[in-house]
T-cell receptor
Framework: AQSVTQLDSQVPVFEEAPVELRCNYSSSVSVYLFWYVQYPNQGLQLLLKYLSGSTLVKGINGFEAEFNKSQTSFHLRKPSVHISDTAEYFCAVSEASGTYKYIFGTGTRLKVLA | GAVVSQHPSWVICKSGTSVKIECRSLDFQATTMFWYRQFPKQSLMLMATSNEGSKATYEQGVEKDKFLINHASLTLSTLTVTSAHPEDSSFYIC????????????FGEGSRLTVL
C-alpha cells in the first residue's frame, strides 16, 4: 500500500518569492507521482506528473518538481509566485502498474501575500 | 486534452431525498471511473472504483447501499446518494482514466451537495 505525507498544511509566501511545497511518499512498489492544484469549489487541475524518465519534471504555470527515489520525495517548486497561485495543492501517488488508484496527501494551502 | 464533466455542479436537497450526480468523459472512453469525497479543507477520499458493465468496488467504510454507483457505458458513471442526510453534504469529485492510457487520471469539476 502507498501513503503520501504533505507536512505543511499552510505555506504563506510573499509575491515574487520562491516556494517549495513538500511531499514524501511511501511505497513498496514503483510509483507514479502527481501534483494537483485546486481552487475553491473547483475540481483538480494537473500541474505535473512523474511517470518515468527524467527526475526533474516541469509543469504548467512555472511549477516544477523533482523525483528523489532515495529520499522518497517529490517536492514542488516555483521560483517566483504570483497572487493567482493562492490555492490548495495536493500531492498524489499511484502504483506504476496502472491501477489508477490514487492516494492523496492532506494538501498544502499556499497563500501568496502582496 | 481529455475532459471529464460532472453534473450538477451544485445541488441542494431535502433530507430523505435521493440525488444523482453524473460523470461523463467527453472526448474519450473511460474503462474505469473513480468517485471521491472531499470534506471542507480536507483531502480527497476514494469512495469507490467503477468499471464499465460491472459492479463498483467500494472502499472500506463506504456504504454501498447509501452511495449507488452505476457505470453503464464507457463515457458515463453516476453516483446516487440515497435517502440523503445532512452528514452526506460534501464535495464529490469523479475521475476517469484513458483506456490504454499512461496512469494519469482526469478529474471532473466536482459537485457540491448540500442536504438540508
Amino acid at each position: 500500500a502507498q501513503s503520501v505525507t504533505q507536512l505543511d498544511s499552510q505555506v504563506p509566501v510573499f509575491e515574487e518569492a520562491p516556494v517549495e511545497l513538500r511531499c514524501n511518499y511511501s511505497s513498496s512498489v514503483s510509483v507514479y507521482l502527481f501534483w494537483y492544484v485546486q481552487y475553491p469549489n473547483q475540481g483538480l487541475q494537473l500541474l505535473l506528473k512523474y511517470l518515468s524518465g527524467s527526475t526533474l519534471v516541469k509543469g504548467i504555470n512555472g511549477f516544477e518538481a523533482e523525483f528523489n527515489k532515495s529520499q522518497t520525495s517529490f517536492h514542488l517548486r516555483k521560483p517566483s509566485v504570483h497572487i493567482s497561485d493562492t490555492a490548495e495543492y495536493f500531492c498524489a501517488v499511484s502504483e506504476a502498474s496502472g491501477t489508477y488508484k490514487y492516494i492523496f496527501g492532506t494538501g498544502t494551502r499556499l497563500k501568496v501575500l502582496a | 486534452g481529455a475532459v471529464v464533466s460532472q453534473h450538477p455542479s451544485w445541488v441542494i436537497c431535502k433530507s430523505g431525498t435521493s440525488v444523482k450526480i453524473e460523470c461523463r468523459s467527453l472526448d474519450f472512453q473511460a474503462t474505469t471511473m473513480f468517485w471521491y469525497r472531499q470534506f471542507p479543507k480536507q483531502s480527497l477520499m476514494l469512495m469507490a472504483t467503477s468499471n464499465e458493465g460491472s459492479k463498483a468496488t467500494y472502499e472500506q467504510g463506504v456504504e454501498k447501499d447509501k452511495f449507488l454507483i452505476n457505470h453503464a457505458s464507457l463515457t458515463l458513471s453516476t453516483l446516487t446518494v440515497t435517502s440523503a442526510h445532512p452528514e452526506d453534504s460534501s464535495f464529490y469529485i469523479c475521475s476517469a482514466n484513458l483506456a490504454g492510457g499512461t496512469g494519469e487520471l482526469f478529474f471532473g469539476e466536482g459537485s457540491r451537495l448540500t442536504v438540508l
